[in-house]
């Protein structure tokens, strides 16, 4: 049976170019602005007769619809509490604590990755997981073979940090990287267990 990660594929890659324009949004009205896409309109005469959605294969209405269609589960998601939303990121939790490699491979399964926020936005949205769970959070981040020195899962350097005060202290010991429930790093550990938060 394929996985529900693999059966995403094609319909990701199909919408990729379109996905930009989740930023059109009712709600999302924090974003900048990106340049307009061509319209439903503007490629057809006036003559266009609506059809029903079901009886439409003119691709860009079908785009049009999906996009409605995936800015309204995505207001339920967030209404719901189930997704945080940050700039393109949409981050989540399964309410598991695991040790890193299993968080990891989890949200690697689903298709996603481990929650690595890159900036102060992203990391308040990670925050706003990691406190009503009330537990800390591994993030996608690890050290490298030079003790102290902390990269992205992909092996790029940091651009962004939130150490807690006199952290990482671990020299090397510590090779993982945990969100307290203020929103600040410790490095830690990686066999412990800790919520997994992944982003998408
Ligand atoms: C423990 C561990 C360390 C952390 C210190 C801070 O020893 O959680 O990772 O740096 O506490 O006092
Ligand atoms: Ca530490």
């Not at 604590?97 to 990670?126: I, R």
């Amino acid at each position: 049976m394929l996985s529900y990660s693999s059966c995403m594929i094609p319909a990701v890659a199909a919408l990729l170019v379109t996905c930009h324009a989740l930023r059109e949004c009712p709600g999302n009205t924090e974003l900048p602005e990106i340049p307009a896409l061509p319209q439903r309109d503007d490629l057809k005469g006036q003559s266009h007769l609506s059809l029903p959605n079901s009886l439409d294969t003119d691709p860009l209405d079908v785009i049009a619809d999906l996009k409605h269609r995936l800015c309204r589960l995505e207001g339920v998601l967030v209404l719901n509490g189930k997704i945080r939303k940050a700039g393109d990121k949409i981050f989540a939790s399964n309410g598991k604590k695991v040790d890193f490699a299993s968080a990891l491979g989890s949200c690697e399964e689903a298709g996603g990755t481990l929650a690595t926020p890159m900036n102060e936005e992203e990391n308040q949205a990670v925050l706003s997981i990691v406190k009503p769970y009330n537990q800390y959070a591994y993030l996608g981040i690890k050290e490298g073979e030079t003790p102290g020195q902390f990269k992205y899962i992909n092996g790029m350097p940091l651009s962004y940090t939130k150490w807690y005060k006199y952290e990482p202290n671990g020299k090397g010991t510590e090779k993982c990287v945990e969100m307290y429930t203020d929103g600040t790093w410790n490095d830690k550990r990686c066999n412990l267990n800790r919520l997994t938060v992944c982003e998408f």
